[in-house]
């Protein structure tokens, strides 16, 4: 059996009365941190030119002529306050001040980070200038969770099944999660074949080989949504409200099942002034 997808994205332009370039800098020394992927976020800053000569007062007029720009990736799992001194561990990433803006790529997804432009002196002590927001990224594997926590069984999400056209429509609520349940059991025991997926269990309907084939091949695939907006935003995807976490992420995950599926996504700002939309678009076909 072999299985392909086909993600695509297209983002709606909002509509302004006048149409106008954006600015290089909004006058304030700031950072913002976003996820991407289980293994990439996206950094943007902006350092003003009083920010520049403030530091340039206080630690002398060649300091950034001396020094080395770096973005320092602090790795803040668990850790309810951070100082900028507490993180589990850190790496530095050197790069270019005028940049603007990054892509970081880390190795253990899963977890939640904090970042910090500024720079690495002559001395080697590290001398942060622009200090993000933390961002949690999803993890890059197969989960084991198998609770109600991300099956979100309800009427909503039977609504999401029959726009995906899966095979559990016409079924209650209580059906959808016991055919879901078996097909997740199914691929424990498939994966965990594989120490890297993570799983231990294994069924037991599945354990031997099927006798009538001595090569046998099963595989199947789920969809992971995630984004980030304002935390205090209010945000649906399909009509379906989502609960965001402090940082303003989100994330969800359905099945995946053959044909196409639609999953409109829409953040409105809490005075409900500001709108912003997003058509995702994904489509998959098996060949057997």
Not at 145 to 157: A, H, P, Q, R
Not at 216 to 239: K, M, N, Q, R
């Amino acid at each position: 059996m072999t299985s392909s997808g086909q993600l695509n994205q297209d983002n709606k332009k909002a509509d302004f009365s006048q149409t106008a370039s954006l600015p290089q800098g909004y006058g304030n020394t700031e950072g913002t941190l976003l996820p991407r992927d289980p293994n990439w976020m996206f950094i943007y800053w902006e350092i003003t030119d009083a920010s520049r000569n403030n530091l340039r007062k206080e630690h002398g007029q060649d300091l950034f002529d001396k020094s080395r720009p770096v973005i320092r990736v602090h790795d803040v799992t668990g850790i309810e306050r951070f100082d900028g001194a507490n993180s589990n561990r850190y790496f530095d990433i050197p790069i270019m001040l005028d940049a603007r803006n990054w892509y970081i790529n880390v190795q253990d997804s899963g977890k939640c980070y904090c970042c910090e432009v500024g720079l690495v002196l002559p001395d080697g002590k590290f001398l942060g200038i622009v200090r993000t927001n933390s961002v949690s990224l999803p993890s890059g594997r197969v989960s084991d969770v198998t609770d109600e926590k991300w099956m979100s069984i309800s009427s909503d999400f039977d609504k999401l099944l029959q726009l995906s056209g899966v095979e559990y429509i016409g079924k209650g609520s209580g059906e959808v999660a016991k055919s879901l349940a078996q097909r997740w059991e199914m691929l424990r025991a498939v994966f965990s074949r594989a120490a890297s997926w993570g799983i231990s269990s294994i069924s037991s309907h599945v354990r031997e080989k099927p006798q009538e084939k001595k090569f046998w091949l099963v595989a199947d695939c789920e969809l992971i949504l995630y984004g980030a907006t304002e935390p205090d935003a209010f945000v649906t995807v399909a009509g379906r409200k989502v609960t965001l976490n402090p940082d303003g992420t989100f994330s969800m995950r359905f099945a995946l099942p053959d044909g196409n599926m639609d999953l409109p996504i829409k953040a409105v700002s809490r005075d409900e002034s500001d709108t912003r939309k997003i058509e995702m678009k994904v489509s998959r076909a098996t060949n057997t």
